[in-house]
């Protein structure tokens, strides 16, 4: 399991944000950049990090 500060400092900004269109934004990543660094650290730990809707995510309990 390997993240680095971007990462986990994308994940909340995504989190604080309620997006990972505007988390991507505070982050300076590109959208897909950014939606594929979540999938990456959610395919890594094995578990859904967000829960995604058409308001925006909420983090799980993972």
Do not use: C, N, W
């Not at 990972?20 to 939606?35: C, D, K, N, Q």
């Not at 395919?43 to 058409?54: H, I, K, Q």
């Amino acid at each position: 399991m390997r993240f680095d500060l971007t990462d986990l400092q994308l994940f909340l900004h995504v989190l604080d944000a309620g997006s990972i269109t505007a988390g991507s934004r505070r982050a300076h990543l590109a959208l897909a950049s950014a939606s594929e660094r979540i999938q990456h650290m959610e395919e890594t730990l094995g578990v859904p990090l967000l829960v995604r809707g058409r308001r925006g995510v909420q983090p799980t309990a993972a």
